[in-house]
C-alpha cells in the first residue's frame, strides 16, 4: 500500500493516473472485506444466540407449562366416590360406568353422575345429570326439552369438549343415549349439547335438535359436525 501512494507522488512518467486509480481500487476492496468482515461477525453472533435460545429450556412457570398443568381430564371414579355417590343420590340407578371426577370453573373437583330415574309409570324413564362433592349435590343439570315426551333406554356415551377457544377447560359436555317414542318399542338416538356458563350449564337446544335430526349414534359423528357445520372444537 505504502510503495504504490510513493510511485503516485514521484512518479512524472505519465503512469500517475494509473497509479491513482490501482489505489482507490485498493482502497475499495479494503472497504468491501473490512465490511464483509463485520457482517459475518455479526450473523455468527445473532445465529449463536438464537441457538442459545432454542436450546435453553422453558422457565418452570412459563405459562405453556401452567396451562397444561391447569388442564385436568374426566377420570373414572373409585370405589370409594362411588360410595360417596350413593350416599348423595340413594335408592337411584346410577349409570356409574358414565361417571366422572372432572374439575369445571365454577365447581372446582366434583363428580359428574348420570342417573336413569323413573316416573311412577315404570315403563316411563328420564335421564338426569348431577354434580356430587363431599357427599351432597351440588348441582342438577336441566333437562333437555326435546326429550321430555319420550321414554330413556339407555345412555350410550358421554364426552367433555372444549367448545370454544378461550382456554383448555372443558366447556361443554355431549351426550348421546337411546330412547324410545310413546307406545312405541323401536329405539333411536338422542344427542343433547350441554354449555358451560356461570355458575351452571343450559341445553344447546337448537343444536341438539339439529344433531338428533341427523340421528348421529357417536360421539365421533357428532363432533365432526359441530367442527364443520357449527365452528365449534378447536
Known sequence: MSHLQNATIYDYSGNTHTARRNSKTMNHQNWLSRVALIFALTFSLTSFTTLLAIA????????????????????????????????????????????????????????????????????????????????????????????????????????????????????????????????????FPVATLYHREKNGFKVYEDISKKLTQRKVKTIAEAENILRKDFGFIP
Open 56 to 187: 435453553s429450556p422453558a422457565p418452570k412457570n412459563s405459562p405453556v407449562v401452567e396451562t397444561q398443568t391447569k388442564q385436568l381430564r374426566p377420570i373414572k371414579i373409585t370405589s370409594q366416590e362411588i360410595s360417596q355417590v350413593q350416599r348423595a343420590l340413594p335408592q337411584r340407578k346410577l349409570l356409574i360406568e358414565h361417571a366422572f371426577r372432572v374439575n369445571l370453573p365454577d365447581f372446582g373437583s366434583c363428580i359428574f353422575v348420570p342417573v336413569q330415574e323413573f316416573s311412577q309409570n315404570p315403563k316411563k324413564a328420564k335421564l338426569s345429570l348431577y354434580l356430587v362433592k363431599n357427599n351432597q349435590v351440588i348441582y342438577t343439570f336441566p333437562q333437555s326439552q326435546q326429550v321430555r315426551p319420550w321414554n330413556l333406554i339407555s345412555l350410550k356415551a358421554v364426552s367433555f369438549l372444549e367448545l370454544d377457544f378461550d382456554g383448555p377447560d372443558e366447556d361443554g359436555i355431549l351426550l348421546i343415549s337411546n330412547y324410545t317414542a310413546a307406545g312405541k318399542s323401536q329405539t
